[in-house]
T-cell receptor, first 111, second 112 residues
Framework: DAGVTQSPTHLIKTRGQHVTLRCSPI?????VSWYQQVLGQGPQFIFQ???????GRGNFPDRFSARQFPNYSSELNVNALLLGDSALYLC??????????FGPGTRLTVL | GQNIDQPTEMTATEGAIVQINCTYQ??????LFWYQQHAGEAPTFLSYNVLDGLEEKGRFSSFLSRSKGYSYLLLKELQMKDSASYLCAVSPNAGNNRKLIWGLGTSLAVNP
């Protein structure tokens, strides 16, 4: 069985640009969460979606948005990129909440 | 507020046992997770505790005391490949809202 997949694995953008990150959860998992992890720190919660509805939102500006599709895959969009948005973006999927599995992440570099 | 504390760094010797502690203060509690993260990689799930007591999984065990807001991860027969960051995370909410609150991680160095 495939685990959580994310694309792209690496991305380089310049300030002011827009980026879309993609995630496919483990088959059968309906919950997808997005996290931002800056080097040397724990992940910070951005969004959680369950059954295509937003169920939680972290303390991130409106430049960050996300959605979940009928097949439970998800996109994270970030507008007007800032240097501080450079981080590892992690997608996690969960079935029952007793185990949360992460994808390999997308390393975003903003120049 | 929500707070999770764990030591920043630990050092241990190959073959030894190490215990990594985590204390938490969160608005609610619906389970505590331990993850292992190697540099540049995504976190890998190790354990989940929601009831008090010890959960053993091979060389790794995790303990929870809800009344004390305390957990530890025990690693036995340490191997060099266990050198990594170990992250403690708490799920404060039940149901389908599964936001995790994370500690900053404990960087474990295993020496020969």
């Amino acid at each position: 069985d495939a685990g959580v997949t994310q694309s792209p694995t690496h991305l380089i953008k310049t300030r002011g640009q827009h980026v879309t990150l993609r995630c496919s959860p483990i088959s059968g998992h309906k919950s997808v969460s997005w996290y931002q992890q800056v080097l040397g720190q724990g992940p910070q919660f951005i969004f959680q979606y369950y059954e295509k509805e937003e169920r939680g939102r972290g303390n991130f500006p409106d430049r960050f948005s996300a959605r979940q599709f009928p097949n439970y895959s998800s996109e994270l969009n970030v507008n007007a990129l800032l240097l501080g948005d450079s981080a590892l973006y992690l997608c996690a999927s969960s079935l029952s909440g007793t185990s949360v599995f992460f994808g390999p992440g997308t390393r975003l570099t903003v120049l | 507020g929500q707070n999770i504390d764990q030591p920043t760094e630990m050092t241990a010797t190959e073959g030894a046992i190490v215990q990594i502690n985590c204390t938490y203060q969160t608005s609610g509690f619906n389970g505590l997770f331990w993850y292992q993260q190697h540099a540049g990689e995504a976190p890998t799930f190790l354990s989940y505790n929601v009831l008090d007591g010890l959960e053993e999984k091979g060389r790794f065990s995790s303990f929870l005391s809800r009344s004390k807001g305390y957990s530890y991860l025990l690693l036995k027969e340490l191997q060099m490949k266990d050198s990594a960051s170990y992250l403690c995370a708490v799920s404060p909410n039940a149901g389908n809202n599964r936001k995790l609150i994370w500690g900053l991680g404990t960087s474990l160095a295993v020496n020969p």
